[in-house]
């Protein structure tokens, strides 16, 4: 399983803001490494949402933020569109684990009410 | 427009062989490490294997070692993963990812992914 916990599901209507945590440890968030975040549209392949705990690449919309604090980081979407709809992953990188290991959170299914 | 486009998924019984292939275009192949990245139906995504530009670096997760390969030739912009020995939970979607170096390392461009079935 991951050592990255997200919240299975988060939801709420159009223009509201909702936050996904990503919960993670000494090893891996809390050692330092940086969190970055991908959104996943139904049937497609992930796209790069937020790198760098906070940073957006060109073309994403300023709605979505990142941040991260100690074991943990969250990503907030402010003013949800239905186009939010998507499943959202965390990830970031763990040394408790032999060998090179990125990881993944665990996934959060974001519904627009 | 950076483009990654897997093929090679299919059927494939317990116990056989697959090779899986990544084309590049739109960037500079030879200057950018690839992933491997997968994903079981229904499920999340699991980091598979990285290859450096230059081959010189290699890493497997450990559901994988020893059973996968990565390699790349930069002279055709491709990327492959020969899988051996393919078990029931190696089914999932497999995606390539173009890799930017941080701490830790990202994934920029994804491809659309190849589906890979392991069954009787």
């Known amino acids: 399983q991951s050592v990255l916990t997200q919240p299975p599901s988060v939801s709420g209507a159009p223009g509201q803001r909702v936050t996904i945590s990503c919960t993670g440890s000494?090893?891996?968030?809390?050692?330092?490494?940086?969190v970055h975040w991908y959104q996943q549209l139904p049937g497609t392949a992930p796209k790069l949402l937020i790198y760098?705990?906070?940073n957006r690449p060109s073309g994403v919309p300023d709605r979505f933020s990142g941040s991260k604090s100690g074991t943990s980081a969250s990503l907030a979407i402010t003013g949800l569109q239905a186009e939010d709809e998507a499943d959202y992953y965390c990830?970031?990188?763990?040394?408790?684990?032999?060998?090179?290991?990125?990881?993944f959170g665990t996934g959060t299914k974001v519904t627009v009410l | 427009e950076v483009q990654l486009v897997e093929s090679g998924g299919g059927l494939v019984k317990p116990g056989g062989s697959l090779r899986l292939s990544c084309a590049a275009s739109?960037?500079?192949?030879?200057?950018?490490?690839m992933n491997w990245v997968r994903q079981a139906p229904g499920k999340g995504l699991e980091w598979v294997s990285s290859?450096?530009?230059?081959?010189?670096?290699?890493y497997y997760a450990d559901s994988v070692k020893g059973r996968f390969t990565i390699s790349r030739d930069n002279a055709k912009n491709s990327l492959y993963l020969q899988m051996n020995s393919l078990r029931a939970e190696d089914t999932a979607v497999y995606y390539c990812?173009?890799?930017?170096?941080?701490?830790?390392?990202?994934?920029?461009?994804w491809g659309q992914g190849t589906l890979v079935t392991v069954s009787s």
């Open positions: 990812a173009r890799v930017i170096a941080a701490r830790p390392d990202y994934f920029d461009y």
């Open positions: 290859i450096s530009s230059s081959s010189s670096y290699i």
């Open positions: 000494s090893s891996n968030i809390g050692a330092g490494y940086d």
């Open positions: 760098g705990n906070s």
């Open positions: 990830q970031s990188y763990d040394s408790s684990l032999s060998g090179h290991n990125y990881v």
């Open positions: 739109g960037f500079t192949f030879s200057s950018y490490s």
